[in-house]
């Protein structure tokens, strides 16, 4: 079994960068939307703190401005007056003042710098436009499906959490899950075959065997993980495949066939079929109608709902599939154990 999942590089947190209360939220979670299309309005109290900051910077730079150019025309009136109606240690004073104005100046200058760099970069990005005043806009910075909204009008928001998130799906992963002993027989490059869940041809043939004509879906093996899921014990191998047309949608689970590096051979019986009893692996074999023997086997590959048996069966024997786990649940094994 298999799943389809965003591909987690392309899905965009959407954080406000100052805190506020929301005005109105213009989508909902399902709904496509365009690059730089409004998601969420909301008041920005930061922004008009930043807006009080870059009007007292402006005045100050204003104010630093008109006292180098007295400085300047102060200086230049001594240099030529200097020897005559300016002593040489005016001239040293003035030129001090000088000095301490243009410095002053350039200080004014990167205050007003930095404000309008946070304008720029902070309250405008990719993800966010300043409207007017306090109101601002979140937008999405991709063309995408919304996955999720967490703010509701009236609702007050802080700066750099989540509101919003929009996933770019003209690329999507197939994830699948692996026992580690298989996890050798696969490798980066290698096919990953998917189909919707529960759509094969149900006629009783290998997963592996059947033709290109019933796994619609084809990408190529991205990544297995290195690591076992705590959870589950299982490695998660990932293909990446494109998706223009956005049929293919997150979350819908897959019939999955990974090509192997490597081929096994034996009888394929459905997973359901394998019973695992004292850390061994069994399958019930019907030797009459109401006889059944548990056949030690060892199993190989399983994909598509089937595995490979590789010894303990010899192909020819009726098997018991849904059944299996009801046998073993009343106990089958230990009543049978003396026919092997």
Known sequence: MAQIQPDTRLVVHVRPAGSGKVLAVSVIPGQKVKRGEGLIDYTDHALHVTQLQRAQAQAALAAARAEQ??????????????????????LQRRTAMLQQADANLAAREADVGTISHRFQEEYTS??????????????????????????????????????????????????AWIAPENAAQLSPGGRFDARPAGQGTNNGDDAQTEGDETWPWSGK??????????????????????????????????????????????????????????????????????????????????????????????????????????????GAVAQLGDDD
């Open 69 to 90: 150019t007295d400085a300047r025309l102060a200086y230049d009136r001594g240099r030529a007056l200097v020897g005559a109606t300016v002593s040489q240690g005016e």
């Open 126 to 175: 990719v993800t966010e436009r300043i409207d007017e005043d306090e109101r601002s806009t979140l937008l999405s910075p991709v063309d995408g499906v919304v996955q999720s909204i967490a703010a509701a009008p009236g609702a007050d928001i802080e700066a750099g959490t989540d509101v919003a998130t929009v996933a770019d799906l003209s690329h999507v992963w197939f994830v």
């Open 221 to 330: 093996i991205a990544s297995i993980d290195q690591t076992a899921d705590p959870t589950n014990g299982l490695l998660r191998v990932i293909a990446e495949v494109a998706n223009p047309d956005g049929a293919l949608r997150p979350g819908a689970m897959l019939d999955a066939r990974l090509h192997t590096t490597a081929q096994q051979t034996g009888v394929t019986v459905p997973s359901d079929a394998v019973q695992r009893i004292d850390g061994r692996d069994f399958v019930f074999v019907q030797e009459t109608p109401e006889r059944f023997r548990p056949a030690p086997v060892v199993t190989g590959l399983e994909n598509g709902g089937r595995v490979i048996i590789r010894s303990g069966l010899r192909g020819d024997e009726t098997i018991v599939t849904q059944g299996a786990f009801v046998l073993k649940s009343i």
